[in-house]
């Protein structure tokens, strides 16, 4: 990988299987499962900036949830899923709903029209149940996979979950690039947030460790591609 560099955009999605299912691995941060027509994103953290400003007063540009929805419509608009799973996480806080602003409460209502919608409940959100459309879950099984908020402890073969917001970091000749990224093994998968404000975890963390004991890869999000990266490649902060 060439730091710095931009490489030409591809309508091809890197992929990788795990338990028996084709998994793609869009450059937006979101999850494509084409044998389902069903797009997962995680952590969205919608009105995160309203959080901050109800709770301690300090303010953060109040346009992190237009941005995230904006992203997400993209993808939305390109991939034409079936199914939508929020991967938990969904709202920064379970008063989220209450306070997002009458367009964006009609993007939301528009992603959702003539699709079945998942929330899955997150450490954040996990009282969040009405409001907002869509149905309620606090896990779901799809084929092989069993997509949840946080990783479990332990083997979980087929596990995809969020929670961690993790990024990866390649240091090279004096400069360094930090990017978000999808991480695995071949036996689970955590995914990156898709939030704007949702900020990121080094991988190198140890609260990566006891998920991924003999090793993972990491797949970045660069410019116009998703880079493979082995553990041993990548830099602590």
């Known amino acids: 990988m060439a730091l710095g560099q931009r490489l030409e955009r591809s309508n091809k999605l890197p992929g990788l299987t795990l338990a028996g299912e084709a998994l793609s691995l869009d450059l937006?941060?979101?999850?494509?499962?084409?044998?389902?027509?069903?797009?997962?994103?995680?952590?969205?953290?919608l009105e995160k900036?309203?959080?901050y400003a109800s709770r301690s007063g300090q303010f953060l540009p109040p346009y992190d949830t237009r941005e995230t929805l904006a992203c997400l419509h993209e993808v939305v608009a390109r991939l034409d899923p079936a199914c939508v799973v929020a991967l938990g996480d969904s709202f920064h806080d379970s008063r989220g709903p209450e306070r997002m602003e009458p367009g964006d409460r009609a993007m939301v209502a528009a992603l959702q029209e003539?699709?079945?919608w998942v929330w899955i409940a997150?450490?954040?959100?996990?009282?969040?149940?009405?409001?907002?459309?869509?149905r309620y879950a606090d896990t779901l099984a799809l084929g092989g996979l069993t997509l949840r908020?946080?990783?479990v402890a332990g083997a979980a073969e087929g596990e995809v979950a969020g929670h961690l917001h993790p990024c990866g970091k390649v240091a090279m000749r004096g400069r360094a690039v930090r990017?978000?990224?999808?991480?695995?093994?071949?036996?689970?998968l955590v995914m990156p947030a898709f939030g704007a404000y949702a900020g990121g975890l080094n991988v190198r963390d140890p609260a990566f460790d006891p998920l991924f004991p003999k090793?993972?890869?990491?797949?970045?999000?660069?410019?116009?591609?998703?880079?493979?990266?082995?553990?041993?490649?990548?830099?602590?902060?």
């Open 28 to 45: 937006s941060g979101g999850l494509w499962l084409a044998a389902h027509r069903t797009l997962v994103v995680s952590d969205l953290h």
């Open 49 to 51: 900036g309203s959080a």
């Open 114 to 116: 003539g699709r079945d």
């Open 122 to 134: 997150g450490n954040h959100d996990h009282a969040v149940n009405e409001g907002v459309g869509g």
């Open 149 to 151: 908020h946080e990783p």
């Open 179 to 188: 990017r978000r990224c999808f991480v695995s093994d071949g036996h689970r």
């Open 215 to 237: 090793g993972f890869t990491a797949h970045l999000l660069g410019d116009g591609r998703v880079f493979a990266i082995g553990r041993a490649m990548l830099a602590r902060d």
